[in-house]
């Protein structure tokens, strides 16, 4: 593999573990939309870094789309809080991490979350201007694939890579052309990788070093 000019991230288990404050956030959202339902830890790992379409049709099966849509306004709305006041677990030497890295490559995040969130928690974590930009599936419903070629051809960029943390990042990965690395703090099991790392901290010694 190439040295790269750019590092894509996706964000959830790669760039921090958002699982307990993502469960809260259903039950709350659940809760304040009406809905008789609750989820747990069990039904939310299995989910991560899928589209959000996708996802309310697994969780919420016995609703139409627009019922779904009216309903997962609700949770978003208790992820936004929750995140503006802290919530969520930062993988240790991320910050620092992002930071190193900014003085060698172009950052970017892709993740298929809702519009909106990325930004927040950019903020959160502190990491907003060694960001150079991100995308979400929530702005324009479009697969991970779209969105880093969008980012690609917008910033010219020549040997960018994609971290990422389940098969799915792989597979989307492997559809935009760009080497795939794993972090494997993250919520999936991948056996097809460029890279693998067990930590933020041994990824960002290792682009440092290049």
């Known amino acids: 593999m190439k040295k790269p000019d750019s590092i894509i991230f996706d964000m959830d288990g790669t760039l921090w573990d958002p699982m307990d404050l993502y469960v809260s956030s259903w039950n709350a959202g659940l809760k304040e939309a009406g809905v008789e339902k609750s989820v747990t830890k069990e039904d939310i790992k299995p989910l991560m870094g899928i589209e959000g379409k996708k996802v309310l049709a697994i969780m919420l099966p016995e609703y139409n789309e627009d019922e779904r849509q009216e309903i997962y306004g609700f949770i978003n709305r208790q ?57 979400a599936y929530g702005v324009n419903s479009m697969p991970k694939h779209h969105n880093m070629k969008l980012l690609i051809d917008k910033y010219s960029l020549e040997q960018p890579v994609y971290v990422g943390d389940t098969d799915g990042d792989r597979e989307q990965s492997k559809k935009a052309g760009i080497p795939f690395i794993f972090l494997a703090c993250g919520f999936g099991e991948v056996e097809k990788y460029d890279l693998k790392f067990n930590d933020f901290r041994s990824f960002t010694s290792h682009f440092l070093n290049l």
């Open 79 to 135: 992820r936004s809080s929750l995140i503006e006041k802290g919530q969520g677990n930062l993988f240790d030497g991320m910050q620092e991490g992002i930071r190193q890295l900014s003085s060698m490559y172009k950052l970017f995040i892709v993740s298929n979350c809702p519009a909106g969130l990325i930004q927040l928690f950019m903020k959160r974590a502190e990491i907003t201007e060694f960001i150079t930009d991100e995308m």
